[in-house]
């Protein structure tokens, strides 16, 4: 959400008060344009589109945004699930001035855990579509081992075993002496029974395979209307009426989209809405 120069003076944008009129009170992607109507200065999605933007008017830490915009164009979309997938790729595709996630993240990082190490992993030199024994979605390399010491200082796990910092030979770390690390550094505890702890503590955040031979299309309905969401290895294709119409959906995968996986986990698997096998 736009929360730049809060310290600007509010005034409710009576030269935008039309357009409440003219937006639907159904779920859907709306945008805010400035001058050019070229350009958007924002993008975001509702399950009602009307009461939504009205709460935009309503902010005074969108004044900056508000004065900007000259119009607000919509998107109808069936249910939620179009709206998020939606509104993702288009904050990709088109880079709005005000939106500060959904951009698009080329470079992730993840943990991979082997019975004996554990390493950074970047997107770029490996496929997280079908990788297995990852974990973690990171922006940042920063991120992941600031992730590994924290799962660390709960779990009394090893700096050293983790790569996190080195070990003197046949001598136990400095965190063992404080009773921070469990002692695999000077043979207290196996590096298996290290490595197990490490992953129960992971657990929560494997990264799942994609799980099917191909492209999928994900019914959406909403009363008689319906829409088919196609994917494949985690990156939205696009939406379409029929199924037909998906299958000549056939664009490569450009990169694993961050976004994507997440809205899937969350509300298509966990929901256990209807599945299509395209290939």
């Known amino acids: 959400m736009p929360n730049e120069n809060t310290s600007l003076l509010y005034q409710y944008p009576e030269h935008l008060r039309y357009t409440l009129d003219t937006l639907p009170t159904s779920c859907g992607v709306y945008v805010f344009y400035g001058q050019d109507n070229t350009f958007p200065l924002y993008i975001g999605k509702s399950v009602n589109i009307r009461s939504r933007v009205q709460s935009h008017f309503r902010t005074a830490g969108e004044a900056k945004l508000l004065r900007m915009t000259s119009s607000i164009a919509f998107f109808e979309t069936v249910g939620e699930i179009g709206a998020l997938l939606l509104e993702s790729k288009m904050i990709k595709d088109q880079r709005p001035l005000f939106n500060k996630r959904l951009r698009i993240t080329r470079k992730l990082c993840s943990l991979r855990v082997t019975a004996g ?163």
């Open 117 to 279: 190490e554990t390493h950074i992993i970047f997107s770029n030199e490996t496929d997280f579509s079908i990788a297995e024994n990852l974990y973690g979605l990171f922006k940042t390399k920063f991120a992941a081992i600031e992730k590994l010491r924290e799962i660390a200082d709960e779990k009394c796990l090893c700096y050293g075993a983790l790569g996190l910092e080195k070990l003197s030979a046949n001598r136990a770390c400095f965190r063992f002496s404080l009773g921070r690390c469990a002692g695999v550094c000077c043979g207290k505890e196996s590096l298996d029974v290290h490595q197990l702890r490490l992953k129960e503590a992971l657990e929560a955040i494997k990264i799942r395979s994609w799980p099917y031979p191909g492209r999928i299309a994900i019914e959406e309905k909403n009363g008689s209307q319906s829409d088919f969401h196609v994917l494949n290895n985690w990156f939205y294709l696009g939406t379409v009426k029929t199924l037909a119409a998906a299958k000549d959906l056939q664009i490569p995968p450009p990169h694993f989209d961050r976004d994507s996986y997440k809205i899937l986990c969350q509300y298509v698997f966990k929901n256990k809405l209807p599945i299509i096998l395209i290939d």
